[in-house]
Antibody, heavy 118, light 111 residues
Framework: EVQLVESGGGLVQPGGSLRLSCVGS????????MNWVRQAPGRGLEWVSY????????LYTDSVKGRFTISRDNAKNTLYLQMNSLRAEDTGVYYC???????????WGQGTTVTVSS | EVVMTQSPLSLPVTLGQPASISCRSS???????????LNWFQQRPGQSPRRLIY???RRDSGVPDRFSGSGSGTDFTLKISRVEAEDVCVYYC????????FGQGTKLEIK
């Protein structure tokens, strides 16, 4: 079965840090470009960060530049998002996703919830 | 940054009737390779998004043929030929030509 499973979310105070993980299985993880997408409560989808298949290219949305770091370990089929200096506006469900533009498939995780609050 | 604008943001629908969602981009989505990278996603309540359409009009495996995508350049449309109860949820367009960005989402609701 093709799947992505996120973990690492939780409640953190403003200014704190969290590290999200996403483990892929059932497909050739190392050949897929990967992304983090978030969804604030009751809001739409927001692309957060991108990493190429062999980590040569990293991209971030402006609001997280300098605070978030995306990385991956293809030997472990795992994607990461290190989130520092967290703000209330970072609250939401974080999905790892391939956001694939071609066939045969696009893969999303079930999401992990991050809540930034004092 | 490419801005994706969907309309309407809320769409009252009648089961069995057609529905149409518009998505416009702030710049052309034709890539230098000649392909237009425009996806449509469906998100049911409490679920992760699911890709329905890629490259403007190509349906993913398992997607009912009542869903169709069309458009070119900066102007795109998702059509549902006959809305079923399971289709009442939120739909997003996403461009992949200039990295990635999503539309705001369109919520289908029963009229």
């Amino acid at each position: 079965e093709v799947q992505l499973v996120e973990s690492g979310g939780g409640l953190v105070q403003p200014g704190g840090s969290l590290r999200l993980s996403c483990v892929g299985s059932g497909f050739s993880f190392s050949t897929y470009e990967m992304n983090w997408v978030r969804q604030a409560p009751g809001r739409g989808l927001e692309w957060v960060s991108y990493i190429s298949d062999h980590s040569r290219l990293l991209l971030y949305t402006d609001s997280v530049k300098g605070r978030f770091t995306i990385s991956r370990d293809n030997a472990k089929n795992t994607l990461y998002l290190q989130m520092n200096s967290l703000r209330a506006e970072d609250t939401g469900v974080y999905y790892c996703a391939s956001l694939e533009l071609r066939p045969p498939m696009d893969v999303w995780g079930q999401g992990t919830t991050v809540t930034v609050s004092s | 940054e490419v801005v994706m604008t969907q309309s309407p943001l809320s769409l009252p629908v009648t089961l069995g009737q057609p529905a149409s969602i518009s998505c416009r981009s702030s710049q052309s989505l034709v890539h230098t390779d000649g392909i237009t990278y425009l996806n449509w996603f469906q998100q049911r309540p409490g679920q992760s998004p699911r890709r329905l359409i890629y490259q403007v009009s190509r349906r993913d495996s398992g997607v009912p043929d009542r869903f169709s995508g069309s458009g070119s350049g900066t102007d795109f449309t998702l059509k549902i030929s006959r809305v079923e109860a399971e289709d009442v949820c939120v739909y997003y367009c996403m461009q992949g030509t200039h990295w990635r960005s999503f539309g705001q989402g369109t919520k289908l609701e029963i009229k």
